[in-house]
């Protein structure tokens, strides 16, 4: 399978060796059979034999920094706040429903997830819920620690503020009773108070969790030779989450800009240092209506993130605010301010982080775009999975643009098993080229012969989708697993993970994935390398929002110019369906896979 999705890919040269390299791999009594042996005794002694490879391999052992390059974003819809006090409203309000939500998880009341779309039903492994608010991305110097807190405890009872850069402690429990909503709203506006307070104002240490992880990690080491920051340290590693109280970016409030405020914060001199970014739990909320959250990737996927934050923006529109109603805690302590001891050295790190986070603010090249010709229910009507369909028609756009394809990346969920996270659908198959190919290069007028290549292609690709990447049967964790176990038993690097192919295989140009909503909001994040593209979908019935990152400084991208090759391809792709649907009746449409 695995030569079968890279043979395309590469010069055929290069494919007449790997293809030599693989075969030996697999000879009988060959490494790949013992690795294979190997990799079966770990899966009776663990619950999940890729996951610990998978976290480490994806999130932990990656060096680069968290905003833009791993940190999804999810972003609500804007609001229109009257005041600050208005979105403090609003933010006491969140909180109050983060409250319950958290509630629910720790009294394990939240109801199983199933499997919806293809292969619909199976209940799904919970776990990443668990993860929502008692985790910690712990910088390290070759590989960071993902530390978890037994929920429910005691030590996690406040949540970290930050305004104008600077960090406060927001107790939730304060003589054993639990604030209430009117108590929060009470803190935050101390808060906003004691920010203005420019004799007390301390440097913006936020910015130091915004570098490279290895950068952050030493940073950190200089950082704890004090007691002062160790305790600040401490503070904010056991906090349940963070939120973010923007001022006014002065940016113009578009889709576009908001996704970008979410990602980076629009650089130091914005709001970029008004965030904590190892932390997995961020929420946003601007003075300026600009909400939403900034996720620390590795305990949990889009998916989770999306059920969380649409409770919490039904919890928003569907539970009134209860000011004034509760009983207040009467004697609220004043939010302690986290307190940070620095030297000529650190500011030069605090200076340096801020370069690093400016040059990755200037770099990112966004654009959010709703395409509103039509949407997933059209594509159903054609008897197609719209999944599918969307990565064709990303394949097009990527073709149109560069005269090639490469390798891609597609989310594909596998907690259908315990513990399970993703595996990868690789959508550039050799269907899709061709189908791209006769698209752009044969010129000639859209005819029923293109259809011919479409429907295969999807087809090909929901086989794929049903019946590996998502049944736990991808060959990308798979490899891993292999290379991996090979490490653990200290064997030089098998010649199938050195080789050229497989090192293309693992630059995926194209990262892609579906995060569908059913509220009001959407999700995005940043490219993956330096000349690929990001590209997050939202499927909606009769829209599709796609969000789409690459890099300023690689001349082979640029945002714009992908949307547009896209927007056009969807179009003929539309226009192909229609027209092949005039010769066609739709029963003689090729069934779809998942519902036989
Ligand atoms: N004809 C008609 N309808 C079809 C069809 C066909 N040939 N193929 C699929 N459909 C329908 C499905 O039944 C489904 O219907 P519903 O809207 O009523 O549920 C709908 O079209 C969507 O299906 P499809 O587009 O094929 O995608 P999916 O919902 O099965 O999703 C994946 C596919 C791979 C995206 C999904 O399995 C997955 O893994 N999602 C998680 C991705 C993830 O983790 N993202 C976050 C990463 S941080």
Redesign the pocket.
């Known amino acids: 399978m695995y030569l079968n999705c890279m043979k395309h890919l590469v010069k055929e040269e290069q494919y007449q060796k790997t293809k030599a390299i693989v075969v030996k791999f697999g000879e009988p009594g060959g490494t790949g059979e013992l690795l294979q042996k190997k990799l079966l005794e770990r899966s009776e002694k663990t619950y999940n034999w890729v996951y610990d490879y998978w976290l480490e391999d994806m999130y932990l052992n990656q060096r680069l920094a968290l905003p833009v390059n791993s940190n999804?974003a999810m972003v609500f819809p804007k609001q229109n706040f009257k005041d600050r006090k208005d979105s403090l409203r609003f933010a006491a309000h969140l909180i109050t429903g983060v409250l319950e939500y958290k509630e629910r998880i720790d009294t394990r009341v939240l109801p199983v997830d199933f499997?919806?779309?293809?292969l619909?039903g199976t209940p799904l492994c919970m776990k990443q819920y668990y993860r929502l608010f008692n985790t910690y991305r712990l910088p390290g110097h070759k590989r960071d620690t993902l530390i978890i807190h037994k929920p429910g405890s005691t030590e996690q009872e406040h949540i970290i503020v930050a305004c104008k850069n600077q960090f406060f402690v927001l107790d939730l429990v304060v003589n054993k009773k639990k604030l209430k909503e009117m108590d929060i709203l009470t803190q935050l506006e101390k808060i906003v108070k004691m920010a203005e307070n420019s004799e007390e104002r301390q440097p913006p240490f936020g910015l130091l969790t915004s570098d490279g992880r290895t950068e952050w990690a030493q940073a950190r080491e200089v950082l704890i030779k004090d007691s002062v920051n160790r305790e600040s340290l401490a503070v904010i590693e056991k906090c349940l989450c963070v939120l973010c109280l923007d001022n006014p970016s002065g940016m113009e409030v578009g889709d576009t800009s908001r996704a970008l405020l979410m990602l980076h914060g629009g650089g130091h001199e914005k709001m970029g240092a008004n965030r904590w970014y190892d932390k997995p739990m961020q929420f946003i909320v601007g003075e300026d209506g600009v909400c939403g959250t900034v996720c620390e990737?590795s305990p949990f996927?889009?998916?989770v993130l999306v059920a969380c934050t649409e409770y919490l923006m039904k919890f928003m529109t569907g539970s009134p605010s209860k000011m004034g109603r509760a009983t207040s805690v009467s004697e609220l302590p004043t939010p302690a301010r986290l307190l940070w001891k620095t030297t000529p050295h650190i500011q030069d790190l605090l200076k340096a982080s801020a370069e690093r986070l400016q040059r990755l603010v200037r770099d990112l090249d966004m654009d959010v775009h709703k395409f509103e010709v039509y949407g997933?229910e059209f594509i159903?009507k054609q008897?197609?999975?719209?999944?599918?369909?969307i990565q064709v028609a990303l394949q097009l756009a990527f073709y149109r643009c560069n005269g090639r394809l490469v390798s891609t990346y597609?989310?594909?969920?596998i907690r259908r098993f315990h513990e399970g996270r993703?595996d990868n659908?690789r959508s550039a198959t050799s269907e899709a080229l061709a189908f791209v190919k006769a698209m752009t290069d044969e010129k000639a007028s859209l005819s029923v012969s293109h259809f011919s290549y479409l429907v295969p292609q999807i087809l090909g690709y929901?086989h794929y989708?049903v019946h590996h990447?998502?049944t736990g049967l991808g060959i990308d964790n798979h490899l891993l697993g292999l290379r991996e176990i090979a490490q653990e038993l200290k064997m030089e690097r098998p010649e199938i993970f050195t080789d050229e192919t497989y090192v293309a295989s693992n630059q995926f140009i194209l990262s892609t994935?579906?995060?569908?909503t059913t509220v009001e909001m959407f999700c995005c994040y940043g490219p993956v390398v330096p000349n690929g593209y990001g590209c997050c979908y939202n499927?909606q019935s009769d829209h599709l929002l796609f969000s789409v990152t690459s890099f300023h400084g690689s001349t082979e991208t640029c945002s714009a110019v992908f949307i547009k090759a896209l927007d056009e391809g969807l179009v003929e792709m539309r226009d192909l369906c229609r027209k092949t649907y005039d010769g066609f009746s739709h029963t003689q449409l090729p069934?779809?896979?998942?519902?036989s």
Do not use: C, F, L, N
């Open positions: 999804p499997a919806r779309g293809q619909a990737h996927e889009g998916i997933k159903k008897k197609m999975s719209p999944d599918a369909y597609e989310s594909a969920s993703v659908i929901s989708t990447a998502i994935s579906q995060v569908p499927p069934p779809h896979p998942g519902m």
